[in-house]
């Protein structure tokens, strides 16, 4: 039996959440706008658009293979067709790009300024954990699969 631990800080939208939320704070106190542009909210939703469509590929994908989308799981498959082939951690993108383009909906400065600092969390908290965990249980596979493809794009 595999003993799991559970180095997972947070569940990956709920950080996400927090940094918006973390955002909002600063920006309340200290406002740091963005000009506030027909392109900018193009872009906005373009990025949401692309993050849900993005994260709606990659977790069908994980449900049609019948792994876990849960990052507390345990997967069953090692994925490395769909938006994998790209991305290690597709839904993680999906999620920064529905971030960012909140953030150039908002009209704030301070969700770019603490996105060093979510990713870091997310790599440190999250992606390290489920890449450990991948090494342990696909091994080789997994480490020319991380050779082939990039943590992010």
Request: glycine content about 10%; overall charge positive; aromatic content about 14%.
């Amino acid at each position: 039996m595999h003993k799991r631990s559970s180095r997972v800080i947070l569940p990956p939208p709920v950080i996400y959440l927090l940094f918006l939320a973390l955002a909002w704070g600063v920006e309340s106190l200290w406002p740091f706008p963005l000009p506030d542009n027909l392109w900018t909210r193009y872009l906005g939703w373009g990025l949401i658009d692309a993050g849900v469509l993005l994260m709606l590929w990659a977790g069908l994908l994980m449900l049609r293979r019948r792994t876990t989308v849960n990052p507390y799981g345990t997967p069953r498959r090692l994925l490395a067709d769909g938006p994998f082939r790209f991305s290690r951690n597709p839904i993680y993108l999906a999620d920064t790009l529905i971030y960012g383009g909140v953030a150039l909906l908002w009209g704030s400065l301070w969700p770019w300024l603490l996105l060093p600092a979510l990713i870091v969390v997310m790599q440190r908290g999250v992606i390290g954990h489920e890449e450990r965990l991948l090494g342990e249980l696909f091994g080789e596979e997994y480490r020319d699969y991380c050779r082939r493809v990039r943590r992010w794009l």
